[in-house]
Every structure is written in structure tokens, then in C-alpha cells.
């Protein structure tokens, strides 16, 4: 056995891929002292026996970067370490055999031209050519990237080890953690147990890479890391005769994948309704273990898949293998420093995709290691999205599977989870039902998405077109710009700041002016130190000493996680405040008119002036009305406690029956907010891009003195925006936008759409997107011809930087 050292810079725990990875790009930047545990033998967890597949394109544009560069790095890590990694860019197809999938891989290539990634459009025959194999029966189109390849998981994790080890890294096998060790809220090293040694490692770092495993690891710290097991399916035919290297081949609508190996196909499976594995633990053994076969379980994928490859009806079967591998509740894997405790960071839960993920994942987290932030955005993989509730072992099992299915399912814009639902709920959950409500999730919470009419289904009809909800949207839509409506917002995460510290605290995190008056309502961005957005946010100071953050539902673990960072001997108190207030939007022309119905107070602009938060009895309780607005309309966001706000509701729903109240949807308040041109977080602003070019500089205030990013903002300045943000109208009112959209200058790709929804007011679907603009003025920038990409199809646009609706905000003034 390696003699381990009593102390470490950083403990890895995991030597799948991911840990192998973590600790070869720690090395590569210099970093000693580096120790990677592995409990048993490399790559002996889920490593070992995954498919290997490398597709480039992805989801969005970092994880695509993400993608490429393991790609790059799997190419040259032989002629580094000598050990060969397998990987070939045979390249890949995926065939659609329906309308709604051809729409969607369309849509994927028009993605993969806005992110650079190589990319060919097939027809049937085409596919067929490519793929001789291939019975193209029902086939309608075919999309190809030639790059996509194939790998051999353990060589590149082995090989990824010897080049860690190359640069001064200690690996040592046999060796399990058996704890991580804490003090005064940070790690302090592990425990470890090997045969009947045992002993610590003292570490200022520790980094669970323990796929399966991890969960429970981390549990012990109080971490929230949600993932569980679940049985992945495939068969390894006999060797045929004449086969040559083919592409990888993903026929998605039977669920499948096939890959050519040495002779032989591999036919691998995303089944609807997964197996879920382990939920009474791992034995202590496993080690290269495979999970009993289940063939009446695989039957009806080899069934399709004979008939779409007819030669598999003459090969034998040489191997059945069924394996373990990790998924989360919303497919993504997480990555970065646990919310929860101070240095320990996590790179686990690949959802089946950790081969292409991990070599960028590696070299992304030990950046942000470095150099104390993320290179780029990380939010979609960042384990700060992860719900303290998502631990639950039982909500795991039913999630995981249906997570596993939807690799495969068509991913329709708008598609609700359909399992673990209804673990969190607002105190006008039941009203909304009884309404007509249908719900979505965001980070566990049940919203009203949409309200069905009498006798009409109350369910999603999911499509690339109008879906069944379309019409709702509108009706809804166009209330909150003619009429008044009402929504619940409850799901908006709720911080309260207290403390002598509290206003100098907020002024240094906060971009804009914080220490106002009591009363006083200031939207706001925290920024990082590049200038880039970390928070978007509305402060509205109660009290001297008390601040109220309200942030949107998916991130109140991020903002949380972001001001305790911060806080250092502040004398501040940070509390999660979610939970204890309802918000009742009360947006529209008529808004003032049905407040007034309900409370003695004066609504009046000279009474209550926008930005501005004021206590009013309502009905015959009490709220505190904040005079703001996420639609672009005259309105109040009513925050009550959650103790009356059934009652609250009540009320402001009998008094607007007589003046058209209509509840009123997050569909319909996204589709009002994207014609406002406000931006959302997470699509249109990150903490990658800088609060200028997001064309939030006006609620940056820089002569308020130092806060955290005004070096970012002084700068940027003085050299100019290298890009802007703008909002696009399509001139076709037909085709609809969702995001990421190829945007063309000029006949020229330059960028893509972050968000889409459709403006039911301006007549058309509504985009918003950066646009470079190096050197460039306003001007020059609005005499281009602007059109965006649709499924292949190139739409003509109209391109504005300012809002295209209420341009002057009047009517926010009531």
C-alpha cells in the first residue's frame, strides 16, 4: 500500500473518470499536494463499463464548450501519457422517425451552426447512405456531426490518473473515506479506512467525485447532493462479418443507441421508465459488479431495434450487461462548492453523459478552484440549484425514474416533470387548483403555468408548434396589459438581511444604491469581480437596520450561499424567509381600481409612487404592498403572511369579478416580460455576462463608492461594450422562439437568442440576444438587417435596443 501523508491541500474522493479528471487538471495548474482515494479500484464504480460516447453538442453553449474540450483532450492525452484513450470521431447520426423529432433535430442543428460545432442536415436517403445498415422505414430526416466519436471510459480515466501522477498527484487504491471531517463550518480533511489501517488527512479541500455513492457521503455533512442509481441496459452482439466502422447511431423515438466495437454492435437503451437501484445502500464489496439481467425489461427495445436494423436478427448475443450509473432530478450534474460547508466541492451525477462531461468538467471545476470563480457560466450544472428537500431518498427514487427516459424523450420546450411532484406548495395552491390551475415545478415549488377554461383538459399537449395552452396564454396576457390580473409568486425566494452591518454590507454586494430610505423598493445586480451578474435582484429596505431580498424561486440557495461568502465580521443575520410570506401580483390598468375596492389605503401615485413599499390592510387582514413590476404594467406585488394569505386572495378575487380580474399564469407573465425586454436570470444574464452589455447600467451607481465588481463596471467603460443585448420581433407572426435561436446580421450568424416566448401584444415571438459590437455605435449596430434562424428556416426580424413595448414605461406610471 501507498503511505499516505497526514496532510493535503486537496482530497479527491472517487477514482471513476471524474476524479481522475478533477485531479489531473489540479495538477496541471501547478497545484501539489494533491491526493485522490479511491475505495477500491479505478474505475471499478461506473467507469468501467460505460458506452463511451463523445457528442459535441449540448444543451447550451458552456456545456458544448465543455463537451469540445473533452473531445480535444481525450485526442492528445495518448501522446502525453502513452496510453491509448480509443477515441475516433467516427461521427454521429440522429434519426427522427416523426414530425414534432425532425422539428427538434433541426432546431439542434440550427443550435450546433450558432455554437460552431459541425453539423449536416440528412434526409432519409441520406441517413441511409451513411448508415447502409439502417432500415430507414419511418424515417424523416437525419441530422450528422462528424466529429461526435466514440472512446474506450477506462483508458481515458487510467490515462487521466498517469498524467495527475506525472505532475505530482498521489493516487493510492483500496483506500475507502469513511468520513470527511468539519470545523467552525469549513473542512478540515478525511478519515480513511484500508484492510485494518486506518488514519486522517488533514486538508483545506476535499472534493466528492463519488458518483453513486456520493449522496450518502455527503449526507454526512449535511450536503445535499441528490442523486441516486439506476439499471442501464445494453447488449454487445457477436462479432458480423464484413462490419466496418460505422458512426454512432441514436434513434431516439425507440429509445436507442448503437455503436460499432471492434467487429461487433453495441445496442444500448434509454427506456421510458427506468429501474432505480440501491436505495438500501451499495454492499461493501462492489467492485467491477454487474446487476442481475431483467430481458423481459430490454425485450421491447431489441424488438424495435431488430426491425430498424435487421441485420441484429442473425447476430447472437455475446454479452447482456446491465450496470449501475447515477442520475439527478433534473439530468444535470453538479459541480462546485457545496452551499452548505466551506471547501467541499462536488463533481458527481453525470446522468449517464460523464465520459464527454467529464474531461471538461475536470478542467472547469479545478478553475474555479483556482482561481476562487467559475471561468464561465455554470449554473445549469452548479450544485447550488440542488433544494435541501431533493435529499429525500424516496422523491429520488420516483424522479430517477423518469429522469433516465427523458435522455431520450423528446424534449419538448415547456415539458413538465411528471413524478416527485407536489413537495412544494403555496398557501394558494388549493384555490388555484379549484380554478383551473396547471402547474409547473422550479426548484420543488407547484406554479400556476396557465389556467384552463371550464371543461377544457387541464393537462399539457406538448408540441414544437402552439400547444393547447397557447390561447390561454393570450387571454391571460392580454388582461394583464387591458385588464387587471392576479398570480401567485410565492415561489420568489425571500432573504432577510438584519443587522447594524446590514446596510454597509448590502451597499458593498449591491451594484446599485442600497442605503435609502426606509420604504424605498431598489432593483439591483450583486456582481462578481469580472462585473458579471451573480444575483438579480429587488431590495426593498424595511427598517434601519432590515432589508428584504427577493430573488427569483431557482436560485435562493445560490444568493444565500453568495452573501454568507461575503458576510466575513459583518454583525449581519441572513435568513431564509421563503416559506413565510405569500406574493399576490396585482398587475394591470385596473390594478389600482381593484386595491382600492379591498383596502381604506391611498394607491395614488403621489401616495404610493413606483418603487416604494408600503404597509395596507386588505380585505380584514394586513400586507406590506411593494409598488413594482415584472410585466411591464401599472401593479402591486402584495406580500402577506402565509397565515392569511387565503384570505387576501379571497377577497381580491370576489371584489374583480365585476371588472374582468383574471388569474393569470407564469406563461402569461413570461411572454409580458420578454415584450418589456426585462431579462431573466439564468438565460439572459449570468455571472458570465458583464452588467453593461446585459444594458443594466442603469442600476449600477458607481459614485456611491466601492462594492464588489466596480472596478469590472469603471473599465469596461472606458474600453467599450464588445457586445449588447437586443430585443427581436419576427416579422412572420407564425413561427415561435424559445431560445438559443441562431441570430443572423446581415445573412451572417454573429450569435443566439437566450430567451423566446411569444408577444401577444406586439403581434409576433419575441426574442432577446447579445450582439457583438466591438467599437460599433447604436446606430451602426441598428442600420443591420437582423433574421433569426427557426428549424433550419431563416425568419426576418426586427431588432431594437431599447423595449419594443411601452418603450418609455408610461405606462408603469399609471
Known amino acids: 500500500m501507498i503511505t499516505l501523508p497526514q496532510s493535503a491541500r486537496v482530497v479527491i474522493i472517487g477514482g471513476g473518470i471524474s476524479g481522475c479528471s478533477v485531479a489531473y487538471h489540479l495538477a496541471k495548474l501547478g497545484w501539489k499536494d494533491i491526493v485522490l482515494l479511491e475505495r477500491k479500484q479505478l474505475t471499478s464504480g461506473t467507469t468501467w463499463h460505460a458506452a463511451g460516447l463523445v457528442g459535441q453538442l449540448r444543451a447550451s453553449q ?47 442543428a440550427s443550435l450546433a451552426r450558432a455554437f460552431g460545432v459541425e453539423v449536416n442536415e440528412l434526409s432519409p436517403a441520406e441517413v441511409k447512405a451513411l448508415y447502409p445498415h439502417l432500415n430507414i422505414d419511418g424515417v424523416t430526416a437525419g441530422v450528422h456531426l462528424p466529429l461526435d466519436g466514440q472512446a474506450d471510459p477506462a483508458n481515458i480515466a487510467l490515462a487521466l490518473a498517469k498524467g495527475a501522477r506525472a505532475h505530482g498527484a498521489l493516487i493510492a487504491e483500496q483506500v475507502k473515506v469513511t468520513r470527511v471531517t468539519q470545523a467552525d463550518g469549513r473542512v478540515t480533511g ?50 458480423i ?39 438500501d445502500g451499495i454492499r461493501e464489496d462492489f467492485c467491477f459488479d454487474q446487476l442481475p439481467e431483467d430481458f423481459d425489461h430490454f425485450e421491447p427495445i431489441l424488438s424495435a431495434a431488430i426491425n430498424r436494423m435487421p441485420m ?11 450496470g449501475p450509473e447515477s442520475f439527478t432530478p433534473d439530468d444535470r450534474y453538479y459541480l462546485g462548492e457545496a452551499p452548505e460547508l466551506a471547501g467541499y466541492w462536488v463533481a458527481a451525477g453525470y446522468n449517464s453523459i460523464g465520459i464527454v462531461s467529464s474531461g471538461g468538467a475536470g478542467m472547469a471545476l479545478a478553475q474555479w478552484m483556482n482561481d476562487g470563480e467559475a471561468p464561465f457560466d455554470l449554473w445549469e450544472v452548479d450544485i447550488r440549484r440542488a433544494q435541501p428537500f431533493q435529499k429525500n431518498r424516496r422523491y429520488l427514487k420516483e424522479r430517477v425514474s423518469e429522469t433516465l427516459g ?87 425566494g425571500k432573504i432577510r438581511v438584519d443587522g447594524a452591518d446590514a446596510a454597509s454590507f448590502l451597499q458593498h454586494l449591491c451594484a446599485n444604491r442600497i ?95 413606483f418603487g416604494t413599499a408600503k404597509d395596507i390592510e386588505i380585505g380584514m387582514g394586513l400586507a406590506r404592498a411593494h409598488r413594482v413590476t415584472y410585466v411591464g404594467e401599472l401593479g402591486w406585488e402584495l406580500y402577506v403572511s402565509a397565515d392569511q394569505a387565503a384570505h387576501v386572495f379571497e377577497a381580491l378575487f370576489e371584489a374583480g369579478e365585476d371588472i374582468g380580474l383574471k388569474l393569470c399564469g407564469l406563461h402569461a407573465m413570461d411572454s409580458c416580460r420578454i ?40 473599465r469596461k467603460r472606458d474600453t467599450g461594450l464588445a457586445r449588447r443585448m437586443m430585443q427581436f420581433r419576427l416579422t412572420d407572426p407564425e413561427p415561435l422562439l424559445f431560445h438559443n435561436e441562431p441570430i443572423l446580421r446581415d445573412g451572417r450568424i ?56 411601452d418603450p418609455k414605461s408610461e405606462r408603469i406610471k399609471g
Not at 441484429?312 to 446491465?322: D, P, Q, S, V
Request: aromatic letters at 10%.
Open 62 to 108: 458552456n456545456m458544448t464548450r465543455l463537451a469540445k474540450y473533452s473531445a480535444d483532450l481525450y485526442t492528445r492525452l495518448e501522446a502525453e501519457t502513452g496510453l491509448a484513450t480509443g477515441f475516433r470521431q467516427c461521427g454521429s447520426i440522429t434519426a427522427a422517425l416523426t414530425a414534432e423529432r425532425k422539428e427538434e433535430i433541426l432546431r439542434q
Open 190 to 239: 478525511v478519515d480513511w479506512v484500508s484492510g485494518t489501517e486506518q488514519g486522517h488527512i488533514a486538508a483545506d479541500l476535499v472534493v466528492n467525485c463519488g458518483g453513486m455513492w456520493g449522496r450518502d457521503l455527503a449526507a454526512q455533512n449535511g450536503v445535499t447532493l441528490p442523486l441516486h442509481a439506476c439499471e442501464h441496459f445494453y447488449i454487445v452482439t457477436e462479432g
Open 241 to 279: 462479418p464484413g462490419l466496418s466502422q460505422m458512426p454512432v447511431l441514436r434513434v431516439p423515438d425507440e429509445c436507442a443507441y448503437y455503436k460499432e466495437d471492434a467487429g461487433k454492435i453495441l445496442l444500448g437503451a434509454f427506456e421510458p421508465k427506468a429501474k432505480p437501484w440501491g436505495m
Open 312 to 322: 441484429l436478427a442473425e447476430a447472437g448475443i455475446h454479452t447482456f450487461f446491465n
Open 406 to 492: 427523458l435522455l431520450y424523450a423528446d424534449h419538448f420546450p415547456y415539458r413538465q416533470m411528471a413524478t416527485s411532484r407536489g413537495i412544494r406548495r403555496t398557501p394558494l395552491h388549493e384555490h388555484l387548483k379549484a380554478r383551473g390551475a396547471v402547474f409547473g415545478e422550479v426548484a420543488g415549488w407547484e406554479r400556476a403555468n396557465w389556467f384552463a377554461n371550464p371543461g377544457q383538459e387541464r393537462e399539457y399537449r406538448y408540441s414544437w408548434k402552439r400547444q393547447n395552452w397557447f390561447e390561454n396564454q393570450r387571454a391571460e396576457h392580454m388582461a394583464l396589459r387591458e385588464g387587471v390580473g392576479l398570480l401567485d409568486m410565492s415561489s420568489f
Open 515 to 609: 442605503d435609502v430610505e426606509a420604504g424605498r423598493l431598489v432593483y439591483t445586480q450583486m456582481l462578481n469581480a469580472r462585473g458579471g451578474i451573480e444575483s438579480d435582484l429587488t431590495v426593498t429596505r424595511l427598517s434601519e437596520t432590515s432589508f428584504l431580498l427577493v430573488v427569483p424561486g431557482a436560485t435562493p440557495q445560490r444568493d444565500l450561499a453568495w452573501l454568507r461568502r461575503h458576510k466575513g465580521e459583518r454583525h449581519v443575520a441572513i435568513l431564509d424567509m421563503t416559506a413565510a410570506e405569500a406574493v399576490l401580483p396585482v398587475m394591470g390598468p385596473k390594478s389600482r381600481e381593484l386595491l382600492q375596492r379591498v383596502s381604506p389605503d391611498d394607491f395614488s401615485n403621489e401616495a404610493h409612487p
Open 675 to 714: 415584450e418589456k425586454a426585462y431579462r431573466h436570470f439564468g438565460h439572459d444574464i449570468t455571472d458570465e455576462d458583464h452588467v453593461l452589455e446585459a444594458g443594466l447600467g442603469f442600476a449600477v451607481k458607481t459614485a456611491k463608492g466601492d462594492f464588489l465588481g466596480r472596478d469590472a463596471v469603471l
Open 750 to 805: 454573429v450569435s443566439f437568442l437566450t430567451s423566446g416566448n411569444y408577444g401577444h401584444a406586439l403581434g409576433g415571438a419575441i426574442g432577446l440576444g447579445y450582439v457583438p459590437c466591438e467599437g460599433e455605435t447604436a446606430e451602426n449596430l441598428m442600420a443591420s438587417r437582423y433574421a433569426i434562424e427557426v428549424a433550419g428556416q431563416i425568419v426576418a426580424a426586427e431588432a431594437s435596443l431599447a423595449p419594443m413595448y
